[in-house]
């Protein structure tokens, strides 16, 4: 198999967040397909496997951004569904909180 940024991504899904981030992806199919494509290429193909910082750590750091993002927008009364999916990604990976500390 190829190892495209597509692949690595899908890789990277799967060991994070198993199933649940299939799912989110294949949910997205019939209404965003580019979407879909564009969180497993860019998110986990290009951000999550760079070298450098834990998954747990890219994980905060994920949330937090996203969660920023929220208020401002929301302080602007925007609409932001579209992060909706990263976000669950994101508050589901591993499923567990990503706030506790590791055992």
Known sequence: MENTRFTQGMEQLKAIDGKGGENVIKSLEDIAPDLGKFIVEFAFG??????????????????????????????????????????????????????????
């Open 46 to 103: 290009d951000i999550y496997t760079r070298e450098g910082l834990t998954t747990e750590e890219r994980e905060m750091i994920t949330l937090s951004s996203l969660l920023t993002i929220f208020i401002l927008f929301r302080l602007r009364k925007k609409d932001i569904t579209i992060l909706f999916p990263l976000y669950y990604l994101s508050s589901k990976a591993s499923n567990r909180d990503i706030f506790s500390p590791p055992a």
